[in-house]
């Protein structure tokens, strides 16, 4: 699985950051065509995306387009316009329940051209979050969740804070139900892009929970995303050590090793090997742009 730490959103209608963001860094490109476009410019915010795409030249293994939620007047002319280029994903907002999801997929599957095209959502509501059980099993297409913390909050009446405190339940019943279906699961934006430091640690905060990455809003967001997201030295020390120890000891007929004192079982030896492959992939992807 490609290593999907970072995830920026981009204004389809702002074309001077469209260019800006081919050559970025990110591990995924979302063309926006949702909240940042006001309603009497979505069908010129399309004609754009389609160009853009056309073009091609994006540099993130990932390129997908944020469409407009299934209820929007917009939302079909988005996904016919898009599925017969081919779009690598779209994006949906708001997703609530599993036929919002059946909604893209059967627009989806009447373009031949769409056949790989990948649906990631965006859970937003506290009804979606109720009803993610049935939102994941509801398609093979489904690839990704990305948590709208901010409509989160309004929804659940809360209160924003540093700690998350409101948005736990809701965070980690999104990060359980992407394991639970094989799906990535991405941490919601940080608004206050001009504060380095707390964006920082609300990466962290996330990484802890369980999160694979972090949506972003600002190309100044991307590095340290892809630093807190990836296996840190100390890490990818640790978890040959483990893969080594785990190796060993299984070879002598044992069923654990110890490394610093700590037991080492074929689980952990798995979560290792799993933490060195995404390490191998973001070093190769390193070298390969020569950064």
Same mark, same amino acid.
């Given at each position: 699985?490609?290593?999907?730490?970072?995830?920026?959103? =981009?204004?389809? @209608?702002? #074309?001077?950051?469209?260019?800006? &963001?081919?050559?970025?860094?990110?591990?995924?490109?979302?063309? +926006? !065509?949702?909240?940042?476009?006001?309603?009497?410019?979505?069908?010129?915010?399309?004609?754009?995306?389609?160009?853009?795409?056309?073009?091609?030249?994006?540099?993130?293994?990932?390129?997908?387009?944020?469409?407009?939620?299934?209820?929007?007047?917009?939302?079909?002319?988005?996904?016919?316009?898009?599925?017969?280029?081919?779009?690598?994903?779209?994006?949906?907002?708001?997703?609530?329940?599993?036929?919002?999801?059946?909604?893209?997929?059967?627009?989806?599957?009447?373009?031949?051209?769409?056949?790989?095209?990948?649906?990631?959502?965006?859970?937003?509501?506290?009804?979606? =979050?109720?009803? @993610?059980? #049935?939102?994941?099993?509801?398609? &093979?297409?489904?690839?990704?969740?990305?948590?709208?913390?901010? +409509? !989160?909050?309004?929804?659940?009446?809360?209160?924003?804070?540093?700690?998350?405190?409101?948005?736990?339940?809701?965070?980690?019943?999104?990060?359980?139900?992407?394991?639970?279906?094989?799906?990535?699961?991405?941490?919601?934006?940080?608004?206050?892009?001009?504060?380095?430091?707390?964006?920082?640690?609300?990466?962290?905060?996330?990484?802890?929970?369980?999160?694979?990455?972090?949506?972003?809003?600002?190309?100044?967001?991307?590095?340290?995303?892809?630093?807190?997201?990836?296996?840190?030295?100390?890490?990818?020390?640790?978890?040959?050590?483990?893969?080594?120890?785990?190796?060993?000891?299984?070879?002598?007929?044992?069923?654990?090793?110890?490394?610093?004192?700590?037991?080492?079982?074929?689980?952990?030896? +798995?979560?290792?090997?799993?933490?060195?492959?995404?390490?191998?992939?973001?070093?190769?992807?390193?070298?390969?742009?020569?950064?």
């Amino acid at each position: 699985m490609t290593p999907m730490r970072s995830l920026l959103f =981009v204004p389809a @209608l702002n #074309e001077r950051a469209v260019e800006k &963001s081919k050559n970025l860094q990110c591990d995924a490109v979302i063309l +926006d !065509l949702e909240d940042s476009i006001p309603p009497d410019r979505k069908e010129q915010a399309r004609k754009v995306v389609v160009d853009i795409l056309q073009a091609g030249g994006f540099d993130a293994p990932l390129t997908m387009v944020r469409v407009n939620d299934v209820l929007s007047p917009y939302f079909k002319a988005d996904i016919t316009s898009l599925s017969s280029l081919g779009v690598q994903a779209v994006l949906v907002p708001k997703v609530n329940c599993a036929s919002d999801v059946l909604a893209v997929e059967q627009l989806l599957d009447a373009e031949p051209a769409a056949k790989d095209t990948k649906i990631w959502i965006m859970i937003e509501t506290a009804m979606g =979050v109720m009803n @993610l059980r #049935e939102i994941c099993a509801a398609s &093979s297409r489904l690839s990704g969740i990305v948590v709208g913390p901010n +409509d !989160l909050v309004k929804d659940l009446r809360a209160t924003e804070t540093a700690g998350l405190e409101a948005l736990l339940t809701s965070y980690g019943l999104c990060i359980i139900a992407a394991r639970a279906y094989g799906l990535i699961c991405i941490d919601g934006i940080y608004k206050q892009f001009t504060d380095a430091q707390g964006f920082v640690e609300n990466c962290a905060k996330g990484k802890v929970l369980g999160f694979d990455g972090k949506s972003l809003i600002h190309p100044s967001q991307i590095a340290p995303a892809n630093t807190q997201y990836a296996p840190s030295v100390d890490a990818i020390d640790l978890a040959k050590r483990q893969v080594q120890a785990y190796d060993l000891a299984k070879s002598q007929g044992k069923g654990v090793a110890v490394v610093d004192g700590e037991l080492v079982e074929g689980l952990h030896a +798995d979560s290792a090997r799993k933490l060195l492959e995404m390490a191998q992939m973001i070093a190769k992807r390193a070298k390969r742009e020569g950064t």
